[in-house]
């Protein structure tokens, strides 16, 4: 839908989200020495400020899509889980996705992948 290719275009391509995005990140915020729990919503973060995540857009539309990823990178530039201004944002979208039911589940595939892949080292 939308021209959106998914997680089929993700895996044709080589998982380009992962390689660009998540595992650059993941890594460099582990050598931060940030928690698991604050490299993994970081992570997430980055994934939703730049993927079109179709679980988003089957459960809604390309506006709310855009808009999650609009979110996303506003709480990033907040500081995201290393501030409190950053945890207050994340709580806020997690409560209104939830109510809206929203779900970047798309994302958090990728995440998953992303996490494999660091533990197996790979690029």
Known sequence: AYGVRGIRGEVQR???SVREHALPMLRELRK???????ALV???L?????????NVLHRSNLET???VQARARAAL???GMF?????????RMDRDFICRN????GCADLLAVAVFAERLGTD
Do not use: H, K
């Open 77 to 79: 530039g907040i500081g």
């Open 14 to 16: 080589g998982f380009p």
């Open 42 to 44: 970081q992570t997430l």
């Open 102 to 105: 929203v779900s970047p589940g």
């Open 83 to 91: 501030t409190d201004e950053g945890r207050a944002e994340i709580l």
């Open 46 to 54: 980055c994934l939703m400020a730049n993927v079109d995540d179709t």
């Open 32 to 38: 931060q020495c940030a928690t698991p729990d604050q």
């Open 65 to 67: 899509m855009r808009r």
